[in-house]
């Protein structure tokens, strides 16, 4: 009971940390799956495969059950640009072309061999909430997602359409606000669970109209990029060990709160 699929992939990334500028592999797809089998899943990767495998992302293929999509070469990867300077988080560049080569046509016929299904943003809503709705078609016996703020900007009640065709779902405070006007009005429908992380002031857990806020993991940040979904693969690892949302959560917070303290997803 631990055969993760992750739908959506890695990137390569331009960091400005306080003191450097780094290059790093990064991508939604790249720190879930990544973090999901540090915590003992067997994970399959769908998303555009690099041919050749630059160096950097060697390490995260070799990790990989498989790493199956359509094959780009490495200069049209995803890319972001992001600036960490003067306690601000600022996008400079997201080109995200590559997930657009990802097809319903190439994705399995038959997802029930899987445990669970997790569809990241995928840079556009509306192509997240399409992947969902064929996972639901093609047998996948859990389906998870997560969000971003481009797409809670610019498609919020598709995000919330995507929150209600889920089983787990994970956002951050602001996409919360975004999608559901306020964190008092945020809650799931019987059955499903919604994780709404607040970075250094931990993460809550909604069942229904139920909450339960864990405490973060107290850690020195050098490089927060993919903490949240590094606690989305970690969490979706222990859920498939038959955890409890919450404590899951809970052994999912100390691997995000270790990854941050490094550059990229080392």
């Known amino acids: 009971m631990n055969r993760l699929l992750v739908i959506g992939?890695?990137?390569?990334?331009?960091?400005?940390?306080?003191?450097?500028?780094?290059?790093?592999?990064?991508?939604?797809g790249m720190y879930t799956a990544m973090a999901a089998r540090r915590c003992g899943a067997q994970v399959s990767l769908f998303a555009p495969r690099p041919d050749p495998c630059p160096e950097s992302l060697k390490p995260v293929a070799s990790h990989l059950s498989e790493w199956f999509g359509p094959v780009i070469p490495p200069e049209q990867l995803p890319q972001f640009e992001i600036s960490y300077r003067g306690g601000k988080?600022?996008?400079?560049?997201?080109?995200?072309?590559?997930?657009?080569?990802?097809?319903?046509?190439?994705?399995?016929?038959?997802?029930?061999?899987?445990d669970l299904v997790h569809v990241t943003p995928l840079g556009n809503a509306t192509n997240q909430l399409s992947f969902v709705q064929a996972c639901q078609q093609r047998?996948?016996?859990?389906?998870?997602?997560?969000t971003g703020l481009f797409n809670v900007e610019q498609q919020p009640q598709v995000v919330r359409a995507v929150i209600e065709k889920t089983d787990y779902f994970f956002m951050n405070k602001l996409e919360a606000e975004g999608v559901f006007g306020s964190l008092e009005?945020?809650?799931?429908?019987?059955?499903?669970?919604?994780?709404?992380?607040?970075?250094?002031?931990?993460?809550?857990?909604?069942?229904?109209?139920?909450?339960?806020?864990?405490?973060?993991?107290?850690?020195?940040?050098?490089?927060?990029?993919?903490?949240?979904?590094?606690?989305?693969?970690?969490?979706?690892?222990?859920?498939l060990q038959k955890k409890h949302p919450v404590m899951a959560a809970r052994h999912a917070a100390p691997l995000a709160a270790e990854m941050i303290t490094q550059v990229g997803p080392s």
């Open 185 to 239: 009005s945020v809650h799931t429908q019987p059955g499903k669970v919604l994780f709404l992380t607040h970075g250094s002031q931990g993460a809550t857990i909604i069942q229904g109209d139920t909450s339960t806020t864990i405490p973060a993991v107290p850690t020195t940040e050098l490089d927060p990029t993919g903490a949240g979904d590094s606690f989305c693969g970690a969490t979706l690892a222990y859920l």
């Open 9 to 28: 992939g890695a990137s390569f990334d331009t960091l400005h940390l306080e003191d450097r500028t780094v290059k790093c592999p990064g991508g939604a």
């Open 89 to 114: 988080t600022d996008y400079l560049k997201v080109a995200l072309d590559a997930e657009t080569t990802l097809s319903l046509k190439m994705l399995p016929a038959d997802l029930s061999t899987y």
């Open 139 to 146: 047998g996948a016996k859990l389906i998870s997602g997560g």
